[in-house]
C-alpha cells in the first residue's frame, strides 16, 4: 500500500481539473500552472497508480476506467478538504460557501424547511443546505463524525449524547375529510375511532412508529388500510377517501389551511413529543454552526407561534 506521507496531495487536484476539462492546457490555466508542469504532473499520477488514467484522442484527454473509478472518490476527498479549510475562516453568512448537512423529518421539511430555506436564501445565498435522511439509530454516529452538522424532531434518545435544544413540544391529532354524518364534538369518540379505516405512517428516520406503540399501551386498535413511509401524500389520499389519520397537531393545520378537513382531539391521551435540535459538542463554539442554529430556532420558534394564532 501506498503511504500517504510519500503522496504529493496537488496530484490530486491535478487530476481531478483533467478529468473536468479533458485538457492538458485547459487543466493547466485553471491551475495556474505551465502545460509541461500539467504534463509532469499526470507521469507522476499514472506512475502512482499503474494505470495510464487518460488517453489522448481528437477529442480530448479520455479517461480510463481506472481514471473514471477514481473521479468519484477524488472529487469527494477534494470536497472535504475544501470543506475542513472552510473551518479555519470567519463564518460571515453574506459571503460564505459554507455547506451544512441536516437530518430531518418529512413532517419537518413540510412545516417548516421552507422557512429555513426563505432565510438562508435571504441571508446566507451561497450557503448551501443538504436534507440527509438518516435511520434514527445511525443519527448519533453521524453527529459524532461529521456527516450531520444538525438533526431535528422527536429524538429523546439521542438526549444523553448530544448537545440539544428543545425548539416546541408537539402533540398529535385525528384528521379526516369533511362530510355528512361525522362524529360530532371536537373530540373523537373511541368507538367512531376504532370502527374507521386509517392510514398510519412509519418513518424509518425518526420516531413516529412510536405513536402505534402508544395507541396499543392503551388497548387501542386501529384497522389500518394503508401504511405510508411519508406524510408528503396524506392530504391527497385524506381528500379521496373516508380514511382517518393520526398526525402532529401543526402538521395538521398545515395541511387544512384550505378548510378541507375535519380535525378531531385524540380518544384517549397519548404523550406529547418534544422537537429538538441536536448537534455535537464538538461545534458548540463553531461560528458557522452556531449562526445556524440560532437562526434555526428562531425560525421554527417563529413560525410555531404564527402557527398558533392561526388555530
Known amino acids: 500500500m501506498t503511504s500517504l506521507d510519500h503522496v504529493d496531495l496537488n496530484l490530486l487536484r491535478v ?3 483533467i478529468i473536468e476539462e479533458r485538457s492538458l492546457t485547459r487543466a493547466g490555466q485553471r491551475l495556474a500552472l505551465s502545460q509541461p508542469a500539467v504534463s509532469y504532473a499526470l507521469g507522476r499520477l499514472r506512475t502512482l497508480f499503474d494505470d495510464p488514467l487518460f488517453i489522448r484522442t481528437r477529442v480530448g484527454m479520455q479517461p480510463t476506467p481506472i481514471a473514471l473509478e477514481l473521479s468519484g472518490i477524488v472529487g469527494r476527498a477534494l470536497d472535504t478538504v475544501r470543506e475542513a479549510l472552510r473551518y479555519a475562516e470567519r463564518f460571515d453568512p453574506a459571503v460564505s460557501t459554507r455547506t451544512f448537512r441536516l437530518s430531518l423529518s418529512d413532517a419537518g421539511e413540510l412545516a417548516y424547511l421552507p422557512p429555513i430555506c426563505e432565510a438562508l436564501h ?3 445565498p451561497n450557503v448551501r443546505l443538504r436534507i440527509e435522511p438518516t435511520p434514527v439509530e445511525q443519527i448519533e454516529e453521524a453527529l459524532r ?3 450531520l452538522d444538525f438533526a431535528i424532531g422527536n429524538l429523546p434518545e439521542l438526549a444523553a449524547h448530544t448537545r440539544h435544544r428543545l425548539l416546541f413540544d408537539e402533540t398529535y391529532v385525528c384528521m379526516t375529510r369533511k362530510r355528512r354524518g361525522l362524529p360530532r364534538g371536537p ?4 368507538a367512531s375511532f376504532t370502527a374507521a379505516t386509517h392510514v398510519q405512517v412509519l418513518s424509518v428516520e425518526h420516531s413516529h412508529h412510536a405513536l402505534e406503540d402508544a395507541f396499543r399501551a ?3 386498535g386501529r384497522n389500518t388500510v394503508l401504511e405510508l413511509p411519508h406524510f408528503v401524500a396524506l392530504p391527497s389520499v385524506l381528500a379521496v377517501t373516508g380514511y382517518y389519520a393520526t398526525l402532529p397537531r401543526r402538521l395538521a393545520q398545515i ?3 384550505d378548510g378541507e378537513f375535519r380535525i378531531y382531539e385524540l380518544p ?3 404523550p406529547g413529543a418534544s422537537v429538538t435540535m441536536h448537534w455535537h459538542e464538538n461545534f458548540d463554539g463553531d461560528e458557522g454552526n452556531v449562526w445556524l442554529r440560532e437562526l434555526m430556532t428562531d425560525i421554527v420558534r417563529t413560525f410555531d407561534r404564527q402557527l398558533g394564532k392561526r388555530a
Open 122 to 124: 435571504r441571508l446566507a
Open 255 to 257: 395541511f387544512n389551511r
Open 268 to 270: 384517549v391521551e397519548l
Open 15 to 17: 487530476f481531478n481539473a
Open 145 to 147: 463524525v461529521s456527516r
Open 187 to 190: 373530540r373523537i369518540d373511541l
Open 218 to 220: 392503551h388497548g387501542v
